[in-house]
């Protein structure tokens, strides 16, 4: 490291060309470390002619974990990648060190796997989708200094990304969290408070899985949340989710998305409103028939739309090097949440457990051996989820990619009404006889007949 007598000018060494990053970091450590002569981050700046911002990510370095050290030295990253690195907690700089590469396997005999490093604007979206945590939704105060002691207020803490905008200025627009074991502590803080100071509150579960042993929080089929916007359409204003009653309560997310979070909710199964099967015979049987019109209607829609974007999907050309299209694609997919990562690992035949993480690893596995053409025609299709997932209409987005692919979805949707009359039949056929019948699909005698 440089060394630096009172009265020299600081940063004489830092100007050699061979000078490495984190050494030029820790020889800033030091200078404001001495006690006489003191020195500020502005004063070094000025000193070496660079701008203060210069001097204040270079010191984030002195912070890397061991393990992004060593890479580092070694060049393996560069100091874009470590400079992200610097910026988030210790147990979070392995997890996100190892998405700066991916593995591109060879076609020789050994089929050994080459490790290739990924540009920083990838670290950076990586960063932005699974660490940062936008606190304009957090549940809890963020002035609340006494929340977890140990923490202190995120108005003055050094991991939000708002406090210094200058040192954060590559991770996001928003203000944010980098610290999601922080963040974590100080929802489950806010729960244990609002319940000690309301000890009656209702607890629910926004999760899918069965609710841990001995939970308290009602699990989602034991309570409808009442929804605080307008309903869009009077469709919708039918829904029950859209109406209040007399057993309307308050409750507190104890368990799943949205933790700490409050929420009105009926929760009484003999609610005519919310619970509308507990109803009459007569009302249950017509509310079960037009449940399972409804249910029909959504089974032919999702059909008629799989299949759209199965043959958009086919009407994609094949151009650009794999390179680039093995890249947009991984960026691609890292967007999409679980239930669309399952649309795309069905269009593919991409078999996995249904856990978000080991899909999702199952994907970009699948991805990074998968051939030119059909990366081309993957990248189309996320596209198109994405945008469905936007908030647009997803019909008109899957008509308009149509029309530009020359897809014909009335005759889709026309070959899946069959289909689907054709399994309804068999299975009025199978009641009947209590043999079971074989179905041939409208796909299956258009392709016999074309």
Request: proline share 5%; charged share 30%.
């Amino acid at each position: 490291m440089p060394e630096y007598s009172v009265g020299e000018p600081v940063g004489l060494d830092l100007q050699r060309r061979d000078v490495h990053p984190l050494e030029e970091a820790r020889s800033f450590k030091a200078l404001l470390d001495l006690e006489e002569p003191k020195y500020s981050i502005e004063q070094i700046a000025s000193k070496i002619g660079k701008p203060p911002a210069y001097v204040a990510t270079r010191l984030k370095l002195t912070e890397l974990a061991e393990v992004v050290v060593e890479e580092f030295y070694r060049e393996e990253i560069g100091v874009g990648h470590a400079l992200l690195l610097a910026k988030l907690p210790l147990d979070k700089q392995e997890e996100a060190l190892k998405e700066c590469f991916q593995e591109e396997w060879s076609a020789t005999r050994d089929r050994k796997a080459k490790r290739i490093i990924l540009p920083v604007r990838h670290l950076q979206a990586w960063i932005e989708q699974n660490i940062l945590l936008v606190l304009k939704d957090a549940p809890f105060d963020k002035k609340d200094a006494h929340l977890i002691a140990i923490a202190g207020s995120c108005v003055d803490c050094p991991k939000r990304t708002g406090h210094n905008k200058l040192l954060f200025a590559d991770l996001g627009k928003q203000d944010a969290c980098t610290d999601p074991n922080c963040y974590q502590a100080k929802v489950d803080g806010h729960l244990a408070k609002t319940l000690a100071a309301k000890p009656t509150l209702v607890q629910i579960s926004t999760g899918y899985q069965k609710p841990q042993e001995g939970s308290t929080a009602l699990p989602r089929g034991k309570y409808v949340a009442i929804q605080e916007d307008k309903p869009k359409t009077k469709e919708d204003a039918q829904r029950p989710e859209y109406k209040v009653c007399k057993f309307t309560i308050e409750a507190i997310v104890a368990e799943g998305s949205g933790k700490g979070t409050t929420h009105k909710v009926c929760a009484n199964p003999d609610c005519a409103v919310h619970h509308p099967k507990k109803q009459t015979s007569a009302d249950d049987a017509k509310w079960k028939a037009e449940r399972e019109r409804e249910r029909k209607q959504e089974a032919v829609a999702r059909a008629t739309g799989f299949r759209t974007l199965e043959a958009i999907g086919n009407a994609v050309p094949v151009r650009p090097m794999k390179r680039e299209l093995l890249y947009v694609a991984l960026m691609l997919a890292a967007k999409l949440d679980l239930p669309r990562v399952e649309i795309v690992a069905k269009l593919h035949h991409v078999s996995g457990q249904k856990e978000e993480e080991t899909l999702s690893k199952t994907m970009q596995a699948y991805l990074r051996r998968a051939p030119e053409g059909t990366l081309t025609r993957l990248i189309m299709e996320m596209s198109i989820l994405l945008r469905m997932a936007s908030g647009q209409d997803s019909n008109r987005v899957l008509a308009e990619a149509a029309k530009d692919y020359s897809v014909n979805v009335d005759a889709i949707a026309s070959n899946v009404r069959k289909d689907f009359a054709a399994r309804e039949k068999a299975k009025a056929e199978k009641k009947a006889d209590g043999k079971a019948v074989p179905v041939k699909t409208a796909t299956a005698k258009l392709k016999k007949t074309a």
